[in-house]
């Protein structure tokens, strides 16, 4: 929530010119005795800005929907269009690192972007130079850059099961405990680093990880499986992104996607006509679905990720069809 004052220092713009906008209902706002208030989301829609590299995050609230198969081949495709991605690993189990076929130093990890005894306030002295240190000893190249090109354009900061303990410890005591990884991007994206998006894993649960990771987000990608309890984790998931609308208004749901499915089975068709009937999820069901595949399943054995692993397999073209259904959504 926005009073004009706030707007107007931090925006560059008249205080008259918004009470101008608000009075002729081009910007949405109202009234607090006397004084304008404008909600982030109202603020947003009407300048449409986002600074910085946008950031994904890939949630649900339960396990075994694929996550961090679809973080690591989404945020590959993306390599593969040109773009430089950032992959953060918030899951204290690590498949990030696994699926990139990488080791992992357990002093070079999430745990040490997010635990604040390693960390600065932003308005302390030094900030911007510890910092500095501190991504530039945590940005790591993946492995395979010389045969495929699309891996010299990503970087990893992967997990370490110490995440769990730092969830546990509800970390960030001195300050809300969401806004640990926001604080941390904002700060990369002073520092010149060369990311055009940023591609969040997540554990499979609504902890402080999670929220950390949606604080900082611009849009969630959803992938879940063909079971009720795939729907309950999707409720619970919708839930809290509503709630976190206040608090980040960039946050947008870029798509629901279904994992293992198969339109010949029944549990497939009843699920996704479960979807359409409930107004939280149905506006954000992609089409697209990625269908079950052994080959996909074994990801980890293959030391690539899938996409670049078997760049002709039906898995793939089907990853292919959610980034493009998520691009059209984003756009």
Do not use: C
């Amino acid at each position: 929530m926005y009073t004009l004052r706030e707007l107007a220092a931090g925006f560059q713009v008249s205080e008259r010119t918004l009470t101008r906008k608000l009075e002729v209902g081009e910007l949405r706002g109202y009234k607090v005795g006397h004084q304008w208030r404008v909600r982030g989301r109202d603020w947003l829609e009407y300048t449409g800005a986002v600074s910085g590299p946008r950031v994904f995050v890939v949630a649900n609230a339960k396990g075994g929907a694929g996550k961090s198969t679809f973080t690591t081949n989404l945020a590959v495709l993306r390599a593969q269009q040109g773009k430089r991605v950032l992959l953060l690993d918030l899951d204290p189990q690590g498949h990030l690192a696994t699926l990139l076929n990488m080791s992992v130093d357990p002093d070079r990890t999430t745990v040490q972007l997010l635990n604040e005894e390693l960390r600065l306030p932003r308005n302390a002295p030094g900030s911007r130079e510890r910092w500095h240190t501190l991504w530039t000893d945590l940005l790591q190249s993946v492995p395979g850059a010389g045969e495929h090109d699309a891996l010299s354009r990503i970087l990893l900061v992967p997990a370490h099961n110490d995440l769990a303990d730092l969830e546990r410890a509800n970390f960030h005591r001195t300050k809300p405990i969401e806004y640990a990884l926001r604080e941390a991007l904002d700060a990369l994206g002073t520092l010149g680093v060369d990311v055009d998006e940023v591609w969040i894993d997540t554990p499979p649960n609504l902890g402080p990880l999670t929220r950390n990771a949606l604080m900082a987000a611009h849009y969630v990608v959803s992938p879940f499986a063909k079971s009720d309890l795939g729907l309950d984790g999707l409720e619970r998931l919708m839930i809290l992104v509503e709630q976190y609308l206040e608090f980040n208004p960039y946050l947008r749901v870029a798509g629901l996607v279904m994992n293992y499915g198969n339109p010949r089975t029944i549990m497939h068709n009843e699920i996704r006509d479960t979807i359409r009937t409930r107004p939280s999820l149905a506006p954000y069901l992609l089409d697209t679905y990625v269908s079950e595949a052994e080959r996909f399943n074994q990801a980890p054995r293959l030391g690539l990720p899938l996409v670049l692993a078997e760049p002709s397999s039906s898995s793939t073209q089907e990853l292919r069809r959610v980034l493009e259904e998520v691009d059209t959504r984003v756009q």
